[in-house]
């Protein structure tokens, strides 16, 4: 094998890798460093903008709390859910196929159509939900009350991505292999016992991958808090992209931003790793 | 207070299937399923296990209709030709699964398993993972599983057939020594297997299935002595027993251009025209013999199987020693007629060396 050929078959991967990924993050890094307008271009100003983040800007660290908040809270959600529905039409049940199809359906829908929707719903005096809820006289102010719109958020969350949960567990489930169940059942596992002792502890590894795909995932919400509540009401809904969005492409502070997504970028590095090193443990003993 | 089934039927595939199987399990014995593939032992063993519904029948244990207990109510033990463990959990845990489900105290199970883990020498395994174990050890760690419970049913699905040969035989020997010493007379052991010389070693009460009917039941040795029609015949013999179109002359037995003396016990047959039977073991070669030649030589184990021909006439025999052979070969061999069996016209056995005359 002619050692420059390996080249010339690496290099549209290598060169696409490099556009999209490679080249961004070191000119986030550069950006970073420097406060980039329209006519100055991008003078080096130090750590400038990283000592005003970790001095001088309690909001971002707020946004960050309340993203974490929110992710774990939905991504838990997601998956007990997810895990429950994936359970019932792993079982032969009647119109399996056209449940496993149902479930599908809120993931094939486009977010922000689907948010605005969900925004109709829960409008506190047009909205059809407040609209069954006057049966029991009351009327929650389901996108203007700050603990309410957190809810209100990880419903809809929730609603959106736990199909894709229940897929990747689905998969998970239907290729397991049956002998164990057979074994549990003859040596006295009631249906609850084998769950915990077989489904759950086989299921273990794919859960864990299936967990930190959706905190990834869940970790980039942005469209949902747009539509839903734009960050309000005040900051009450907002997350770090959203918050870095705003400094960004509304008040054009581009250097600020960069600072504040390299901060973010190395912050979920950390703390994804160590959360698939806990899992890790926890779940599977080896 | 036995294990009672009866008339159970199950329909699985249109081949597979049991019709009507009834039986009477009594405790402190152990039977033997023997019957060829897709005859329905798997099948008859789930049934009982609880993992499949009978479709009509009943069955009965301890005065209790056994068919409305769930699976894991019934208190058995099955251990199956593959290798069934739990991938996640290690050889102990393993085999502590059955009485963890029971909820006895620790240290109760650690006793209990050791003591399988013993009886089945595997000791000092008890961390390994069940992935890095051989075959063999794998089954036997399910087999540990299975004792540990003291279940009252014990089902061992063709256990030893995914085994190779060695590891087969000792195996064997070791089931031998735990149906002797290992279980309690309260136990009730049901082995299925396809190899007629695992049924008859086993020495148990043997149970002759085929196509999902039982066609005999009898101790071992009464099914090997007299088998009740050529089915059995040739399902209860490794390599099958040779079945030819006979007549009975005056005073011989003719098939083709062979003709050979009346035994004693072969001298009350009343027809004409009947099936001589006799096994590939009781053919000897002989130099005054029957001139035949060798289609097929194989060697198995420490004994030689020749497949033999002469005109139409096709037989096997099996000789115990490692001779050569080569396609072709001239052979001669002689019948040992007074171990010969005769099967009437429709198949069913007329006289055996054990049972003479009419029967």
């Known amino acids: ?286 | 207070m036995n294990l009672v089934g009866e008339n159970l039927s199950y329909k699985l595939t249109e081949e597979l299937q049991l019709r009507k199987i009834s039986f009477n399990f009594e405790k402190g014995k152990l039977y033997t399923i023997l019957g060829r593939t897709l005859s329905g032992k798997t099948t008859l063993l789930k049934t009982i296990a609880g993992l499949l519904m009978p479709d009509s029948g009943s069955m009965r244990f301890e005065d209790k209709n056994f068919l409305e207990i769930p699976v894991w109510k019934r208190n058995i033990a099955m251990v199956y030709q593959q290798f069934i463990n739990y991938p996640h959990l290690n050889v102990f845990e393993n085999i502590a699964f059955p009485l963890k489900q029971r909820g006895l105290d620790i240290k109760k199970i650690n006793d209990e398993v050791f003591k399988s883990l013993k009886l089945v020498g595997l000791e000092g395994y008890e961390k390994r993972k069940i992935q890095e174990l051989s075959g063999g050890q794998q089954q036997r760690v399910s087999v540990a599983r299975s004792l540990v419970k003291n279940a009252k049913i014990l089902l061992l699905d063709e256990p030893l057939v995914n085994l190779d040969y060695k590891l087969r035989e000792q195996l064997r020997e070791e089931f031998k020594n735990i149906f002797v010493n290992g279980l309690s007379k309260e136990s009730i052991v049901i082995f299925s297997t396809t190899d007629p010389r695992e049924a008859m070693e086993l020495n148990g009460e043997v149970i002759v299935l085929d196509e999902g009917r039982v066609l005999q039941v009898g101790a071992a040795k009464e099914i090997f002595e007299n088998p009740k029609d050529l089915k059995v015949a040739a399902i209860s013999n490794d390599p099958p027993m040779n079945i030819l179109k006979a007549d009975l002359g005056s005073n011989k037995i003719k098939f083709e251009d062979i003709e050979i003396d009346i035994p004693n016990h072969l001298s009350k047959l009343t027809n004409k025209n009947f099936n001589f039977g006799i096994r590939a073991s009781d053919i000897e070669l002989n130099d005054n013999g029957f001139e035949f030649e060798v289609e097929l030589a194989e060697i198995s184990g420490s004994e030689t199987l020749l497949h033999l021909t002469r005109g139409n006439l096709k037989i096997i025999t099996s000789i115990e020693e490692v001779m050569d052979f080569k396609i072709r070969d001239k052979v001669k061999i002689n019948f040992k007629s007074n171990r010969a069996y005769a099967f009437d016209e429709v198949g069913n056995l007329a006289s055996s060396p054990f049972r003479g005359g009419n029967v």
Request: no cysteine; glycine share 6%.
């Open chain 1, 1 to 286: 094998m002619n050692f420059k050929h390996k080249y010339v078959f690496l290099f549209p991967g290598l060169f696409v890798l490099i556009g999209i990924l490679i080249f961004p993050i070191i000119f986030v890094v550069r950006l970073s460093l420097s406060g980039w307008n329209s006519y100055n271009g991008l003078n080096f100003i130090g750590l400038e903008n990283y000592i005003r983040l970790f001095t001088d800007d309690p909001r971002f660290w707020e946004s960050f709390i309340r993203l974490s908040f929110l992710s774990v809270t939905t991504v838990t959600l997601q998956y007990v859910i997810g895990f429950a529905l994936a359970h019932m039409v792993w079982k032969e049940i009647k119109f399996q196929r056209f449940f496993r199809v149902l479930f599908l359906i809120p993931m094939m829908t486009t977010p922000v159509i689907m948010t605005v929707i969900w925004r109709t719903f829960f409008h506190e005096s047009l909205g059809p939900v407040n609209d069954l809820l006057q049966i029991f006289d009351v009327a929650p102010k389901w996108l203007t009350d700050p603990t309410l719109a957190k809810i209100t958020v990880i419903i809809v969350e929730v609603w959106q991505w736990t199909p894709f949960m229940f897929l990747l567990l689905l998969a998970g489930l239907l290729s397991l292999p049956k002998e164990p169940f057979l074994a549990a059942a003859i040596d006295g596992a009631s249906p609850i016992r084998k769950f915990i002792y077989v489904t759950f502890p086989l299921m273990a590894p794919i859960s864990i991958g299936a967990i930190i795909i959706r905190l990834i995932e869940a970790s980039k919400i942005m469209d949902t808090v747009y539509v839903l509540t734009s960050g309000g009401p005040g900051t009450s809904t907002e997350t770090s992209s959203f918050y870095i969005f705003i400094k960004g492409l509304r008040e054009f502070q581009m250097g600020y931003a960069a600072s504040m997504s390299f901060t973010y970028l190395i912050i979920m590095i950390i703390s994804l790793t160590v959360i698939a090193k806990v899992l890790t443990k926890l779940l599977l003993k080896d």
